[in-house]
């Protein structure tokens, strides 16, 4: 089972206030997806698949991961990896979709609220439900 409000790529962005990094979750409907965190000494990107066991809660079943230096952009992309290797991680928390204000934007954003951290963080506000084949890293690693 699938929540398609959880369908999107979801950026913590306006949420970085004072951090030192960037986390983006892109879930697809599919039930694939990716998760990435970055900061100025390099990031790394996880490969995915997601489902929804009850009405208020996501797991997370992480594939393959990898870790490298990044190329600016939205999200930034990983141009030299480092190590990479399969990921047997699950993370199982309650989530919530709602309307917030985060601390820097001016108007409300759907956000995507977390119990439990994914890629170090809480809250990530959506920033498209276009989902297409993109990804942080080159190649098929499941």
Do not use: K
């Not at 991680?89 to 119990?115: I, N």
Request: hydrophobic share 35%; aromatic share 8%.
């Amino acid at each position: 089972m699938r929540d398609e409000n959880l369908v999107g790529r979801w950026d913590t962005g306006p949420y970085d206030y004072g951090a030192m990094e960037s986390s983006w979750l892109c879930l697809r409907p599919d039930g694939t997806g990716w998760s990435a965190c970055a900061n100025v000494g390099g990031g790394s990107v996880s490969h995915l698949n997601w489902s929804c066991p009850t009405d208020d809660e996501i797991e997370i079943r992480y594939v393959w991961t990898a870790s490298g230096q990044w190329s600016p952009g939205e999200p930034p992309a990983l141009v030299e990896v480092e190590e990479e290797g399969t990921d047997d991680t699950v993370v199982r928390t309650r989530y919530s979709v709602t309307l917030d204000t985060p601390p820097l934007a001016e108007t409300p954003m759907t956000t995507l609220h977390l119990a439990d951290a994914v890629e170090f963080a809480h809250d990530f506000a959506l920033a498209t439900r276009d989902v297409d084949g993109a990804d942080p890293v080159a190649g098929d690693h499941g």
